[in-house]
T-cell receptor, first 115, second 111 residues
Framework: GAVVSQHPSWVICKSGTSVKIECRSLDFQATTMFWYRQFPKQSLMLMATSNEGSKATYEQGVEKDKFLINHASLTLSTLTVTSAHPEDSSFYIC???????????FGEGSRLTVL | EDQVTQSPEALRLQEGESSSLNCSYTVSGLRGLFWYRQDPGKGPEFLFTLYSAGEEKEKERLKATLTKKESFLHITAPKPEDSATYLCAVRPGGSNYKLTFGKGTLLTVNP
């Protein structure tokens, strides 16, 4: 399978600060990357879809000014949680689409805790 | 609206006790049904893709099947290392590779 690397694996920050999470496809080019959020014992909730070189498309209810997504290259997408608050604490997972099979390959996830 | 329902929510098996997980779906123009395995604190690991009714795929002790309304993940003679949450997802027709996920089935295999 394809490899997606996500960093950091976990981060603790103070309320009001910003946190950046990186997602890299290591052995394939991901034209499209997706960012998900997962609460305990819940399924993955799609936050946004990012395409290389263009603006991300956000799902309904996701604040685009709070969750900044940049897809600078075919192997790198970043999610920045701006002015984080405790309610932003969650497990964030990125994924990349390889080819046109529709198969998504996921990163290891990033656990964000906002104090 | 596309929906994916997985059952049961949780399943406990003894090692060697075979069983099946269910994924029922309603989707406009299915372009793929996906099974993933997720370990605690980790991202989902890709298992299978099924595209059309009647299709089957196997990997070690796992076998996935697909009908027009549901998919089954059969686990034969499971081992404790098969313990994980198994997620089912569908890709609707016309989607930009967006997947709709079910809530998953938490499988625990006791030695």
């Amino acid at each position: 399978g394809a490899v997606v690397s996500q960093h950091p694996s976990w981060v603790i920050c103070k309320s009001g600060t910003s946190v950046k999470i990186e997602c890299r496809s290591l052995d394939f080019q991901a034209t499209t990357m997706f960012w998900y959020r997962q609460f305990p014992k819940q399924s993955l909730m799609l936050m946004a879809t990012s395409n290389e070189g263009s603006k991300a498309t956000y799902e309904q209810g996701v604040e685009k000014d709070k969750f900044l997504i940049n897809h600078a290259s075919l192997t790198l997408s970043t999610l920045t949680v701006t002015s984080a608050h405790p309610e932003d604490s969650s497990f964030y997972i990125c994924s990349g689409s390889r080819g046109n099979t529709g198969e998504l390959f996921f990163g290891e996830g990033s656990r964000l805790t906002v104090l | 609206e596309d929906q994916v329902t997985q059952s049961p929510e949780a399943l406990r098996l003894q090692e060697g006790e075979s069983s099946s997980l269910n994924c029922s779906y309603t989707v406009s123009g299915l372009r793929g049904l996906f099974w993933y395995r997720q370990d605690p604190g980790k991202g989902p690991e890709f298992l299978f893709t099924l595209y059309s009714a009647g299709e089957e795929k196997e990997k070690e002790r796992l076998k996935a099947t697909l009908t027009k309304k549901e998919s089954f993940l059969h686990i034969t003679a499971p081992k404790p290392e098969d313990s994980a949450t198994y997620l089912c997802a569908v890709r609707p027709g016309g989607s930009n590779y967006k997947l709709t996920f079910g809530k998953g089935t938490l499988l625990t295999v006791n030695p």
